[in-house]
């Protein structure tokens, strides 16, 4: 997979991209990434890549010339599969999305900043916008590297188990059972018996249990979404 980031600041957004899991894939070959810092397309001596917003208001809004000259750099050198805008005014990420993404060639991932992109951006290059949440953040870019990050775990060969992502959190609508690790009794807190109890077939059950007693406490929402 190959994803293009396009950016107005490359240096908030690299440091999620040279660590841990997502390193390793990048270092594995399974996925390229590369960033596009927007004012490099921008208009004048200024670089200019944004402006007041017609009709009156505070805030800047980013300028289709120098988003077009990017894509459009982009689309001529290989076909994307979804160009991707990262917006707070979207449907949110879940797992299905990710799931559907991990799956793409090609992906095109525009960052917004200030009041956003001029409407005819979406309206013309834009195929898919995704929300991390509902609540705002600064700009784009720490948004993307948490798209990007739920994508590149789920291409196949990147998690070492490879059953690994199957039980995640969400796979199944679910949330995850407790687990614990060594000391098995710790200032007296213990750990579940079952779990010590090297019956497999009862650990899986409890475990079912547990993630749908936390999914009916925390998420019940979760169970009404289709798969
Ligand atoms: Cl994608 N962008 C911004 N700026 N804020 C957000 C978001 C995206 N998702 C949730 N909040």
Redesign the pocket.
């Known amino acids: 997979m190959r994803i293009d980031i396009i950016t107005v600041s490359p240096e908030l957004i690299r440091s999620p991209f040279e660590h841990s899991i997502v390193k390793r894939a990048i270092d594995k070959g399974l996925t390229e990434v590369y960033f596009h810092n927007l004012h490099e397309y921008g208009l004048g001596n200024y670089r200019q890549i944004d402006d007041t917003q017609f009709g009156g208001g505070a805030g800047m809004v980013m300028m289709i010339e120098p988003i077009d000259a990017c894509i459009s750099k982009l689309q001529a050198e290989r076909t994307y599969d979804e160009i991707i805008y990262?917006?707070?005014d979207?449907k949110t990420l879940n797992q299905s999305t990710a799931n559907t993404l991990s799956l793409q060639e090609n992906l095109i991932i525009l960052?917004?900043h200030y009041k956003g992109v001029d409407q005819r951006v979406r309206d013309k290059f834009i195929t898919k916008e995704?929300?991390?949440?509902?609540?705002?953040?600064?700009?784009?870019e720490l948004?993307?590297a948490v798209l990007c990050d739920s994508i590149i775990r789920l291409i196949p060969g990147v998690l070492g188990d490879e059953t690994s992502a199957l039980t995640d959190s969400f796979q199944d609508n679910l949330l995850s059972p407790p687990v614990y690790t060594r000391p098995s009794e710790y200032k007296g807190l213990k750990v579940p018996e079952v779990l010590l109890s090297g019956n497999f077939p009862k650990i899986d059950t409890w475990r079912s249990e547990k993630a749908m007693e936390r999914t009916q406490q925390i998420r019940p929402d979760l169970l009404d979404e289709p798969l």
Request: aromatic share 6%; charged share 5%; net charge negative.
């Open positions: 990262m917006t707070p979207a960052t917004g995704i929300s991390i949440g509902d609540y705002v953040l600064s700009g784009g948004a993307a």
